[in-house]
C-alpha cells in the first residue's frame, strides 16, 4: 500500500500561503478552481491559453503586473514591430 491522505490539495504541495494571499489582494477569486490555476500558471515554462470569460484572470493579471505589462492586440498595426 501507498500512503496517501484522502484529499489531495494543490495548495498545500506547491503553493505558498502569503504568496495565495497576495493573488487574493490581487483580485484572484478565492476559490480552489481559481488558486489552483494560478499555481500551475505561475510555475508553468511557456505563456498560457486563458479563457476568461467573466474577465477575471485579466484582472488579477493586471493589478499582479502592473507597469510590467504590456497591452497587445492582433488588431494592432505595429503588431509585429512590438512583438519582436
Known amino acids: 500500500k501507498v500512503p496517501a491522505s ?3 490539495q494543490l495548495r ?5 500561503e502569503v504568496v495565495i494571499r497576495q493573488w487574493v489582494i490581487d483580485k484572484l477569486p478565492n476559490d480552489q ?4 490555476n494560478a499555481l500551475i500558471l505561475s510555475r508553468s515554462r511557456r505563456w498560457p491559453l486563458m479563457i476568461d470569460p467573466q474577465l477575471q ?5 493586471r493589478n499582479s503586473n502592473g507597469e510590467a505589462l504590456k497591452l497587445l492586440r492582433l ?6 514591430r512590438i512583438l519582436e
Open 6 to 8: 484522502e484529499l489531495f
Open 12 to 16: 498545500t504541495v506547491i503553493g505558498e
Open 33 to 36: 478552481f481559481s488558486i489552483d
Open 57 to 61: 484572470a485579466n484582472k488579477w493579471i
Open 75 to 80: 488588431s494592432s498595426g505595429n503588431y509585429a
